[in-house]
């Protein structure tokens, strides 16, 4: 649909009692009207000098925004203080997130932005069984491998494994694993960036990728029939290159996204890069999801110390996305 007719990205709450909702409050002010979207909660606890406007539904946004942040009400049980979590909230962080996903799924909203989760007070008080917030909108979508990727204007980066000891990723790095990886990676930025032809640069397990086999066997075992399959369809994918010579500004503007095989190799350099500003977005799913990369600050909430970039840049990436992907 042409892109003044899309429709709004919704915005989930998260814990009422984090920093969701004060760095989304940030993020309408920065914005200053530029993204078009809706805010799921509970208006009682949003900030009393939060200028909001309560709508019925998402089609209210475009009217309500130049006066405020858009409110569609969900009843919370309880008061939301910030940094004291309450349990009878739980719940209702569960629903915000189940009727936001609803709402991309039937074409009311073009994208869902996550406001941070504590995922313990799901697990204590609403009997939350997903080891987190990706894989609970992938059951929710039926998507079967959901990708994580974090995005700043100066790097992308995608981990094959993500939470998983370090010892244990050898053996949690499989070929099939790669594979569905590097093709999600390669078809979102595709369909969701607005990339024509992709490029991937491909990070190897070991120092020097594995020199020869000298510092271990991945890189030459696993890693490069996985590349080696991939280009001879067509893709442009170079690797397994040393990691650590990937990440300078040189390098990085030879590929427009780096797939590293665990955490730390992934996100170390986009946090030195773009702490503040970077984005966590999951691929694979049907609908478009984006995310500040930080967590509900219980520590800060309430205190004014919030710093709203990295939610005001998932709005950003969200709409972008949207964009891209209209017709």
Same mark, same amino acid.
């Given at each position: 649909?042409?892109? #003044?007719?899309?429709? =709004? ?8 009692? &984090?920093?969701?909702?004060?760095? /989304?409050?940030?993020?309408? #002010? ?12 509970? =208006? ?16 209210? @946004? ?15 049980? #309880?008061?939301?203080?910030?940094? +004291? ?12 997130? +189940? ?34 917030? @990706? ?38 790095? /499989? ?23 992709? +490029? ?11 020199? &020869? ?17 991939? +280009? ?9 290159? =040393?990691?650590? /010579? ?18 730390? #190799?992934?996100?170390?350099?986009? $946090? ?43 709005? $950003? ?11």
């Amino acid at each position: 649909m042409p892109e #003044q007719h899309l429709p =709004p990205v919704a915005v989930s709450c998260g814990d009422p009692s &984090g920093i969701g909702i004060e760095v /989304t409050v940030g993020a309408w #002010q920065a914005l200053d009207g530029a993204v078009p979207f809706f805010l799921i909660a509970d =208006p009682a606890h949003l900030p009393e000098s939060a200028p909001i406007v309560i709508i019925d539904s998402p089609d209210q @946004t475009a009217k309500a925004l130049p006066r405020g942040v858009p409110v569609l009400l969900h009843a919370f049980p #309880q008061e939301a203080p910030p940094g +004291r979590p309450r349990s009878d909230n739980a719940r209702g962080v569960v629903e915000v997130i +189940r009727r936001g996903v609803k709402l991309v799924q039937d074409g009311k909203a073009s994208a869902l932005c996550t406001a941070p989760i504590a995922k313990k007070e799901l697990v204590d008080h609403a009997g939350f069984t997903w080891p987190g917030h @990706t894989e609970f909108l992938a059951d929710l979508t039926g998507a079967d491998r959901p990708v994580m990727m974090i995005a700043s204007d100066a790097l992308r980066v995608v981990p094959v494994t993500i939470h998983v000891p370090l010892a244990e990723v050898p053996t949690s790095l /499989t070929e099939p694993l790669l594979e569905d990886t590097l093709r999600i990676t390669h078809a979102a930025l595709r369909d969701r960036f607005g990339i024509a032809a992709p +490029r991937l640069a491909v990070a190897g397990l070991n120092p020097h990728a594995g020199e &020869g086999g000298m510092l271990g066997t991945e890189d030459a075992n696993l890693i490069a029939p996985v590349c080696e399959r991939l +280009r001879a369809e067509g893709m442009d994918i170079r690797g397994p290159l =040393p990691a650590d /010579t990937m990440f300078h500004a040189a390098a990085r503007v030879r590929y427009d996204a780096a797939v590293a095989m665990y955490h730390d #190799q992934a996100l170390v350099p986009i $946090k030195t890069l773009a702490f503040d500003t970077g984005v966590n977005v999951t691929l694979g799913l049907p609908i478009i999801r984006t995310s500040p990369d930080h967590g509900t600050a219980f520590d800060i909430a309430g205190h004014g110390l919030a710093n709203p970039a990295s939610m005001t840049e998932a709005l $950003k990436l969200a709409w972008s996305m949207a964009r891209a992907g209209s017709p």
